[in-house]
């Protein structure tokens, strides 16, 4: 199966929507440090999808093929060369370079680890995609593989791309073949893979339509509560904009998203709240209402039960040092 665990004893975790899964192990072995900017970049795209499921979907570690040892296997294999020099590795990193190749569920190359491959026989009868820059010298190496013009290409186990954009697109389409269409949407429009987004919303806005699993009637209610998130208006308020009882969307927001509509639309708002407190100057109050709450006492009661923390304590950490007013 894609992406099947082989661990002997998975790390179990539960997701956003209740599911129970096993944390899969990715590594990340990166040609030299000149390219550990593109592993960072795979690596993000996990750590996204981990947010979006509210657990450790992902467990990922980055090494450099220069100070490898004996490398574990692992669910994802990550192989990440540059676009200028083939990464033939050395005598002493063949061996586990090759042991990991041949005992992952899955191997994703990059660049010039597209040659890796070639040093575990691996290559001979797939469909790979290469840079411009190694298809002569690796259609003269054997002649099985079949190289594609393409970016990012899938055959079975293997994914390959031909350098850091399209490294980022492979890893979401990997994660689409685990967690489904939703997440990996999700994950574009989080990290602005998308040329234009539909709804902008913070990562708890695309867990909640990651849970929605496609029901029109929660996914309209999440984008109005979105779009709706300075203005004061009541869930009932929001039912009659969408021309639905306030009884049908309750039944099917606790089905789907395992809250209320109340406490749904309260959440966005917090989060929208987080944000401003992080990111921007704003005063307090300022705050409150740029996310629908009447008043800063209502602001601190929420924010406290849902954080653990004041709205003060978390623009603390965010402008430590800078007075505010």
Not at 15 to 22: E, I, K, L, Q, Y
Not at 261 to 287: C, D, F, I, K, W
Request: charged share 20%; aromatic share 6%; net charge positive.
């Amino acid at each position: 199966m894609y992406l099947e665990s082989i661990a002997s004893a998975p790390i179990r975790a539960k997701t956003a929507d209740g599911r129970s899964v096993s944390t899969k192990v990715v590594q990340l072995v990166v040609q030299d440090r000149t390219v550990m900017h593109v592993a960072q970049a795979c690596a993000d795209v996990l750590n996204v999808a981990n947010r979006l499921n509210e657990c450790r979907v992902y467990d990922w570690t980055i090494e450099r093929a220069d100070t490898i040892g004996k490398l574990g296997r692992s669910d994802i294999l990550v192989l990440v060369g540059g676009s200028e020099l083939p990464w033939w590795p050395s005598a002493k990193n063949l061996q586990p370079l090759t042991s990991a190749i041949r005992s992952a569920t899955r191997i994703c190359v990059v660049g010039a680890a597209v040659f890796l491959p070639l040093c575990a026989r691996l290559l001979r009868d797939r469909n790979v995609a290469v840079h411009p820059n190694f298809r002569l010298a690796v259609s003269e190496e054997v002649h099985g593989p079949y190289i594609q013009n393409t970016a990012t290409f899938h055959d079975r186990n293997l994914s390959s791309a031909i350098g850091l954009a399209a490294a980022i697109r492979m890893t979401v389409d990997v994660v689409r073949e685990a967690e489904g269409d939703y997440t990996a949407h999700a994950i574009a429009e989080y990290l602005g893979l998308n040329d234009t987004a539909e709804t902008s919303g913070t990562s708890l806005y695309w867990r909640y339509t990651q849970m929605a699993a496609g029901d029109p009637l929660v996914l309209n209610a999440l984008s109005m509560m979105q779009e709706h998130l300075e203005d004061t208006l009541t869930v009932s308020q929001i039912c009659w904009l969408m021309g639905k009882s306030t009884r049908v969307l309750e039944r099917r927001l606790r089905f789907k998203l395992l809250n209320t509509p109340l406490r749904v639309y309260r959440n966005l708002r917090l989060e929208h709240a987080r944000q401003l407190l992080s990111q921007t100057n704003m005063p307090l109050g300022t705050v409150a209402l740029a996310s629908g709450f009447t008043n800063t006492v209502l602001l601190k009661k929420w924010y406290l039960a849902e954080y653990g923390e004041t709205p003060s304590q978390t623009r603390g950490l965010a402008f430590k040092g800078l007075q505010l007013t």
